[in-house]
């Protein structure tokens, strides 16, 4: 069983549709990072969080440190923010990785 | 910016061959690692390195060996390339452990 579970696993939303993405994970960690994959494989870090809420223009994260789980909001969807979005949870020198959500925007 | 830079984005090896997948950073991070990327499966941790010439074993080290000569290059050496070898491969530098910065990635298909 992965120690981190995201869902859904693909996501089809229609241009300025509000997404979530979910991350659930079963160890205590140290930090959170929510991850951007864009089709070519190139990976970027959107937020790294330990506690509360980040926002960055249209996203946005928050963590809830005592139910193992966090989220990740895109308002006002568009299609370039098509990609797969990636849950990462950090406990000491550790990373472990979710499976990844992949999310398509059509016009 | 940081940049870090991978050899291939594409590679198409034989069974059975020797194949070297390069990773280069240039912003002097102590911290190299190399991952595998799979369908369904997440990005896993093949080997990591905290300084020239130390390497540590990840999550799936099998199959695969490192070198860190120089702090800014950090090598993935497949020693006998198999089809179940055939994957997405990310190299990834950090400075502290906490941020990574992630190169393009190398698709590898050993045919």
């Known amino acids: 069983k992965n120690e981190v579970e995201q869902s859904p696993q693909n996501l089809t939303a229609q241009e300025g549709e509000f997404i979530t993405i979910n991350c659930s994970y079963s160890v205590g960690i140290s930090a959170l990072h929510w991850l951007q994959q864009h089709p070519g494989g190139g990976i970027v870090s959107l937020f790294m969080?330990?506690?509360g809420k980040k926002k960055h223009g249209r996203l946005i994260a928050t963590i809830n440190i005592q139910e193992k789980h966090s989220s990740l909001h895109i308002t006002a969807s568009h299609p370039r923010d098509s990609a797969v979005y990636i849950c990462a949870v950090r406990f000491g020198n550790d990373m472990r990785f979710g499976a990844g959500t992949r999310l398509t925007v059509k016009p | 910016d940081v940049k870090v830079t991978q050899s291939s984005r594409y590679l198409v090896k034989r069974t059975g061959e020797k194949v070297f997948l390069e990773c280069v950073q240039d912003m002097d991070h102590e911290n190299m690692f190399w991952y595998r990327q799979d369908p369904g499966l997440g990005l896993r941790l093949i080997y990591f390195?905290?300084?020239?010439?130390?390497?540590e074993k990840g999550d799936i080290p099998e199959g695969y060996s490192v070198s860190r000569e120089k702090k800014e290059r950090f090598s993935l050496i497949l020693e006998s390339a198999s089809t179940n070898q055939t994957s997405m491969y990310l190299c990834?530098?950090?400075?502290?452990?906490?941020?990574?910065?992630f190169g393009p990635g190398t698709r590898l298909t050993v045919t």
């Open positions: 990834a530098s950090s400075p502290d452990f906490y941020e990574q910065y």
């Open positions: 390195s905290y300084d020239v010439k130390m390497k």
């Open positions: 969080l330990s506690s």
